[in-house]
């Protein structure tokens, strides 16, 4: 049983949405109902993500706020000061959840005590109301685990959609009851024009995009797609609404290509 341990299962993402035109796009999204924005440190999204906030008019309480430690901020003595910083620019006392964005950094890979008992101490401090990792594979969360302690992780956030199921990291995370927040959610638009997805959306009176969604949202995920343009973001909230069959989960699960798009230089060995 999937489980999502208190994220809203449709976030925003905020790569990219920078300066006047993202906050734009983020206040739009507030607006359309999305109760969940996905930030990074690296993605310098933060201000906008505050700025659109505050412009919305909405409680604090009522939208969940995602941030992400930078692989420099993760060296030794960094991490809870940089969270602050974060803190501080998005303009909150704390933000619901903090997670190391890589288990490695561009300058090479940091041992795994450098930086989790600082996150687990952010928490303890209130920086954080909940903590999990981005791009961990299951020896990652085994060792996550041998240092936290199990139950610790709200969520493991990685790049899954129709087209990468990713399933063994997938059934990892649920035996460890660590929510599955699958980034890249539409395969940057690459599952339009693949017949399977193509006919579940049909039968639904659905695109194919809304219905890349849907399937991880009816397996019980988080997803996080962003889009700039106010029809895209409209039109992706409205996939949580689709209720896909047994059937049409099926056959959608025949699409896996195995088709990875974000593999950068110091990205783990893949599960």
């Given at each position: 049983m999937a489980v999502t341990n208190g994220i809203p299962p449709l976030g925003f993402g905020t790569f990219g949405r920078t300066g006047s035109d993202g906050i734009d796009a983020l206040l739009f999204a507030l607006e359309t109902g999305y109760r969940h924005l996905d930030t990074a440190q690296s993605y310098g999204t933060e201000r906008e993500c505050g700025e659109a906030l505050r412009r919305s008019g909405l409680p604090r309480g009522e939208v969940f706020l995602t941030t992400k430690i930078a692989g420099d901020n993760c060296r030794r003595g960094r991490l809870i000061e940089s969270l602050r910083r974060s803190n501080d620019t998005i303009g909150v006392d704390a933000v619901d959840l903090t997670l190391i964005h890589w288990p490695v950094s561009p300058a090479g890979k940091l041992p795994m005590d450098e930086y989790l008992p600082e996150l687990a101490e952010a928490r303890n401090q209130g920086l954080t109301r909940l903590?999990?990792?981005?791009?961990?594979?299951?020896?990652?969360?085994?060792?996550?685990?041998?240092?936290?302690?199990?139950?610790?992780?709200?969520?493991?956030?990685?790049?899954?959609?129709?087209?990468?199921?990713?399933?063994?990291?997938?059934?990892a995370c649920a035996a460890r009851g660590i929510a599955v927040t699958c980034y890249l959610p539409l395969a940057r638009g690459r599952c339009a024009g693949i017949p399977v997805i193509e006919a579940v959306a049909r039968a639904h009176e659905a695109t194919p995009h809304q219905i890349a969604l849907a399937l991880s949202l009816n397996e019980g995920h988080i997803v996080i797609p962003t889009s700039g343009h106010r029809a895209r973001i409209a039109e992706n909230h409205a996939a949580a609404a689709i209720t896909l069959t047994p059937a049409d989960l099926a056959q959608l699960r025949t699409a896996d290509r195995h088709a990875r798009q974000i593999n950068p230089s110091w990205s783990p060995a893949w599960d």
């Open positions: 903590i999990g990792v981005s791009n961990f594979t299951i020896a990652h969360l085994d060792e996550a685990a041998a240092l936290l302690g199990p139950g610790q992780l709200a969520t493991n956030q990685f790049e899954r959609h129709p087209l990468l199921r990713n399933q063994a990291l997938v059934d």
